[in-house]
């Protein structure tokens, strides 16, 4: 059974940083690349950043350029999101998908399969 679950979410104030975990079971992480997406209160979900599956590819969205870094432990089948000097538009649920190729990725929703439940980032004084 495939499984993908997030954690790490919180609120934290401008300016802060956090570090989101997407621990995977049920598929050999090695071979997929992963996307993180967020979903903000009345707004469509959009891609955040990917990786490819052996960690060589990375893509962001320019809104979190310079501050986010995606990162993978294939060994611990685990996905990090680390994110810095995060601000209130920040906020939302973030998730974490599997990409239907191994060594590339986007983050076009639709090319993405399996997902997890979303953990809540709250950016706010």
């Known amino acids: 059974q495939v499984q993908l679950v997030e954690s790490g979410g919180g609120l934290v104030q401008p300016g802060g940083s956090l570090r989101l975990s997407c621990a995977t079971s049920?598929?050999?992480?090695?071979?997929?690349?992963i996307g993180w997406f967020r979903q903000a209160p009345g707004k469509e979900r959009e891609g955040v950043s990917c990786i490819s599956s052996n960690g060589t590819r990375t893509f962001y969205r320019d809104s979190v350029k310079g501050r986010f870094t995606i990162s993978r432990d294939n060994a611990k089948n685990t996905v990090y999101l680390y994110m810095n000097s995060l601000k209130p538009e920040d906020t939302a649920v973030y998730y974490c998908?599997?990409?239907?190729?191994?060594?590339?990725?986007?983050?076009?929703?639709?090319?993405?399969?399996?997902w997890g439940q979303g953990t809540q980032v709250t950016v706010s004084s």
């Open positions: 049920g598929f050999s992480l090695d071979y997929y690349a």
């Open positions: 998908a599997t990409y239907r190729s191994r060594f590339s990725c986007s983050v076009a929703r639709s090319e993405y399969s399996y």
